[in-house]
């Protein structure tokens, strides 16, 4: 339901009530580019699209939202100022997220009524008398280890990054090397003992904004921040200081003497940077709900200033147990193969059929190759095109985005191969225009640069902005006849990536429209022999591989290579002494699927 | 009159606000952003834990504060000035520089990493624009021989500046975007870093920073029509007419620039205004020097 | 007058009372800003005493100044936000040594100076920078040009060891 402020509603308020919901910003979850390859635009349907949750009114909830999603869903929620409220688009308000105030189908038509009636909802209750207070519970993912590996986990999840203590260095548990005078510290460690050891996970509860503002005057509730989520953060930062060869030390305890304590003596254990100044290092969550970032990547930049020396990724941000779904009936095997990735879940598809049908018993299908070129083809397009999209964002070019959306809405919405025809000429002058743009050029030219990497470990479009000529489409006798050449590039940097990713989608156009299909008749699985088949695609993001063995009408195993966990190993040479904004750029360029990494 | 004065900064911001929808969304709707406004007054003002309050608090009103300072020694009209200062060129600088004081806590007191790295790039920022804010007006008081406001727009009646110094008209208009921090220079409230330091800012304390913003570019934009494009001078019509045209035309241009282009990166900034900005700055000294010379004799 | 020198008193005050505060806080961000407010109370003390371009300098170079400090310091110190109230203070009876002999020496040199006649009319703050300029670029043109160029080189020097010594 939707959660109010606490206050009667007097006439005033129930006409600022009005107001607020007219001005509706949505915190989208797991991120837009999920609710664009569904089909969705929130901002075609009012509401806009916010940056961090202290700005958003609404907390979108689009597509599948995995358990450990849905957990760092409710910290944002939690972030979120009064009244908020949750909108459910295809899917419902996963636990420990409380009720969705509105649910419908994944549906734009549905979007737009959704928001209609959240309005009024809004208009009607923005302010209560009864508070329903949401602790988002920060009951750690299920596996029962070491608490202090909870609470580093959780505190990844987190989209909004808290420095503990105020001190720009003192998030990560640095005691302060004077005994006697860390009585706060005493405090928080005595704290953070004792709910170290949860009695039974998913229990702590920490208490969130009750506090109100009355007439400027900010009540005394707020003092007591003294948190848990902040204890969960010292244990959280005291176990991640102490794992070897984190690089990330602690500043050692040194005896009292007399009260003089040289910099040089305090600062002589913390890591070195290039330019041999001792500072402390930082290490900031950049997912894995943020936005710019694909949603669900959890990444964490180890920052000195503002450069980053180290970058890593949780890979469990989206687990969503899918190995167990996938044996069963080989009928139903495409469309539940399909979840892996809400991205390019048409490309899984063809993959699955594709495996499928080379375990038949007939001969090749003509008909479904074409179709499975074009659904593949489409898939390609609509996916680059959702990729530049959020890649304006990050770069904070307004006129790229509304350009790829619109383009995206309308190559989705083409019924047909003609209509798709016709909409190749507006494809080509944009990518004309925005190649020809110097400031773009300048902006993304040797950044997240990946030059001596091996691309014979790459996959996809970043493995051609190297030059490599790595393509399953290559050795396809059906896209040889079509004349297809992978687009190849040698720059190896973010500018070469948007480059290939251009081209590629005018290319897939081309083949769409020489495929002259859009979409894939069903397989007909009654033919599908036991045994094992294999099947490789080309993917939006590069080559995949599955096996499968059926046995008995029931898919047993099935074995996938996706080409994420390929470019995933690129992620430390495209970030590493980049500053903050770059190293964004370089990891938005590998066009990571977060979804494809979990399996 | 010092009331009126205000007032019409208000209304000017107003207009501001609603040129930069109309540049976002497309559509020319004049009530939408006070409708926002008074949307954002609408919900909660949260405080995130453990901030330095003193600076958390004091961003905002000092920010609005360092806003409406340099807008007050802008003339509207002949005599029509909300402070008549002798040094009224410099004053503009001096109250912008609070501009990046008010950044720095609004980045540090929120107590956040992205908002902390939105303050110190707005640091780097400010290191490659000062000097492209300064050293124009120089030149430009070079020719009025004088850093009174109203003199400055006086001594542009042969011709406005814009077209006598047009290397410093150019570097000081990118200089005061910068100041302003609007796209491509939006570094310390970027998108890519959760909106920065804008970003933990919630219900009225928003709507102050984001009312000093648009003052902000208001006074910027007057800067750049006092300075360079002959303020209030202007055939027919009043002389206050003519300044409010300027100044809002060249607020439209200021906000219609940034849609098209992505942000820029922080090292190309400094590389560009200080190997390219300042020798041009200097270059335009030089060069106004020289013709006050030769047109004095 | 009174109205000056009321105006005078208060920016003294202030001056102070946050010259105060740079030490006795914990927080290195909030003493940098604290020293920003002092410097700021000077420049108001400047205007007040009608010396506009000196006190207008003043408000620009230290906002700029102390504001590039407090980023120092959140780079440098240890600590900050000065929650861990660590004792940042050492040298205690050497410094307040010093500040109580600086201090006396300053209000002898107040008081027992020959300061002159108080000045009865100032001439108007446009007459003031004209002057100012006047005397820049006449009689003190050698020593501002001295100091300008020795702070150029100390910039270009200083750049030129960094960037050699991260080359090695």
Known sequence: MLEARRGRPTWERRLLARLLSHHLTAFVIPGLEVAHACGLDPEAAGLSPAATPRHAAVLLLVGEVPPSLAHAAAVVYAQMPRPRAILAVGTDSPPPLPGASVTVPAMQEDLVAAVQQLRAVMARNAWSTELSAFDADHAPPSDGASPGKHGAQTEANSHDMHLDRGTAGGVHGQTPPLEGVDKPHHDQAEMAAGHAMPPEPGTHQHHHHLMEEHGGHVQPQEVDHVRHEQEMDHVAHTSAGEDPGDGHKHLHHREHEGGFMSMVMMTQDLPRSPDGLPMEWLEVPFGPLFPGLPGGLALTFTLDGDTVTRASLTQSAVARGLAATWSGPVSGFPTRFARLDPLAGDAYRVLAVRALEAMRATTVDRTLAWSCIGVMERQRALSHLTWLASFAWLLGDRWLRARAISLLQRLRGAPDVDSVARLRPGVDRFVDRVRSMPPLRWRLQGVGGFEGADTARLRGPVARAAGGDEDARTGDPLYHDLGFTPVLRHGADAWSCLEVRLAEMRQSLDLMVAAGALSAPDLDTSMVRDGTGMATVETPRGRSTLHLTVSGGLVQTVDLDAPSTYNMELLQTVTFQQEVSDALVGVVSLDLSPWELDR | MNLWLLLLILAGAYLVAVIENWVVTGRLRLLAPLLAGIALLGRESLVPRLPDRLLFETAPPLLLAAAILSMAVLPLAPGTVLVDLATGALFVNAALAYVMVAVVMAGWGPDAAYAMIGGWRFLGQLVAYSMLIVMPITAVAMRAQSLVTTAIVSSQAPLPNAVAQPLGFLLFFLAAMAVAFLPPFDLPTASDLADGVFGEYTGARLAILRLARLVLVLSLATAVTVFYLGGWLGPLLPPAFWTIVKTLAVAAVMLLGGRYLPRTRSDHLLEWSWKLGIPLALVNIFWVGITLLVVQR | ?168
Do not use: C
């Not at chain 3, 009689?139 to 160029?149: H, K, N, P, Y």
């Open chain 3, 1 to 168: 007058m009174t109205v000056q020198a009321g105006a005078l008193a208060l920016f003294g005050l202030a001056a102070l009372w946050f010259g105060m505060a740079v030490f006795r806080t914990h927080s290195m961000v909030r003493s940098a800003f604290s020293l920003l407010t002092t410097m700021a109370a000077l420049g108001g003390m400047f205007l007040a005493m009608q010396a506009e371009f000196l006190g207008v300098l003043q408000l620009m170079m230290m906002a700029t100044e102390m504001a590039i400090m407090a980023i120092f310091m959140m780079m440098y110190m240890m600590d900050p936000g000065g929650l861990g109230q660590m004792e940042m203070t050492h040298q205690k009876r050497l410094s307040l040594l010093a500040g109580i002999v600086g201090g006396l020496a300053g209000l002898a040199l107040a008081v027992a100076s020959a300061w002159g006649p108080v000045a009865s009319r100032v001439p108007n703050p446009a007459r003031q920078t004209h002057d100012l300029g006047i005397e820049l670029l006449g009689r003190s043109m050698l020593i501002f040009e001295t100091a300008g160029v020795s702070i150029l080189v100390a910039m270009i020097a200083a750049t030129t060891v960094v960037i050699s010594r991260r080359h090695e």
